[in-house]
């Protein structure tokens, strides 16, 4: 099984632990074995240790250390954000955040579509059930 | 970014007598954890090169000096003297790092796992930014490649806050990147 996603300059990884948990960010240089230079169109370039990121399969084509600009534009160019949003894993966070954030009326109002999804399902089934047996 | 160690510039010379009426200035830079330690050590060295104490000298600066550029990757060359049980030895390390503080303080902790020394037995006698070309160590030229790659071969899954951190798991971890 050989390995699909490398540390490289321009590897899109998620942040997962820390002040900037949740943030997508760029590997824009990688200082020694545990430390990679980072940056994201709304932080400082910093350092980050390679513990704090989970790499995903986005890259995008950049040179080593780009200005800012260079970067939201190499950015905006590969559509990070809608490709990142539109990958499964994207999505899941996003429901997970969505979740999270739902407030007493919200739960309500999903338990009635829950019920109502299930009785569909469950009308379909009998349905279903009373073809085979007859 | 909190470094322990702080780079202070720290200026003083020796109180003016009848005999000399002007002294003169000495400047150092040094690395301290705070500025009080950081006057400290200026003595400990003057003492060591000129016939000044701190009872007859006064410090006239001590600042702390910033890193200018501390969003770019450099090497760092840092020349040091240290203590062993058996001896004085010099020693020149390499760093890749973003600031020069930073570099500092992985000297300190790789001393003291590789050699055991504890950082009052170690006197940096320079420190110097390298460029790529001139970096003497294989460990910093290996990362002096533009189209660097390598992948993360192991995956630790951590809570993502301290306070998720539990003592037994239900199931053993799936290190597979």
């Known amino acids: 099984m050989p390995f699909k996603r490398y540390v490289e300059v321009g590897r899109i990884a998620l942040v997962n632990y820390g002040k900037d948990y949740g943030k997508l960010v760029v590997i824009v240089d990688v200082i020694d074995q545990n430390r990679a230079l980072v940056d994201a169109p709304d932080m400082v370039r910093g350092q980050m240790n390679f513990k704090r990121l989970t790499l995903t399969d986005i890259k995008i084509d950049i040179k080593r250390v780009p200005n800012k600009k260079t970067l939201i534009a190499a950015l905006e160019a590969a559509d990070v954000k809608n490709k990142w949003e539109s990958s499964s894993w994207g999505r899941k966070l996003i429901v997970q955040k969505k979740r999270a954030s739902l407030n007493d009326f919200d739960r309500f109002k999903i338990m009635l579509a829950k019920i109502k999804k299930a009785g569909v399902v469950r009308q379909e089934l009998a349905k279903l059930k009373k073809e085979t047996t007859c | ?177």
């Open chain 2, 1 to 177: 970014m909190s470094y322990k160690f702080h780079q202070f510039q720290v200026v003083g010379r020796g109180l003016p007598t009848e005999t000399d009426e002007h002294p003169k200035i000495y400047r150092m830079k040094l690395w301290a954890t705070n500025e009080v330690r950081a006057k400290s050590k200026f003595w400990y060295f003057l003492r060591k090169l000129k016939k000044v104490k701190k009872s007859n000298g006064q410090m006239l600066a001590i600042n702390e000096i910033f890193e200018k550029n501390p969003t770019t990757i450099k090497n760092y060359g840092i020349w040091l003297r240290y203590q062993s049980r058996t001896g004085y030895h010099n020693m020149y390390k390499e760093y890749r790092d973003t600031t020069l503080n930073g570099g500092i303080e992985q000297m300190y902790t790789e001393m003291a796992s590789r050699h055991r020394v504890r950082h009052h037995c170690i006197q940096v006698i320079k420190t110097a930014t390298i460029p790529a070309k001139l970096c003497k160590r294989e460990s910093t030229k290996q990362f002096h490649n533009s189209k660097i790659k390598f992948p993360l071969v192991f995956k630790k899954v951590r809570p993502p806050t301290r306070k998720l951190k539990t003592t037994y798991k239900a199931s053993r971890p799936n290190l597979f990147v």
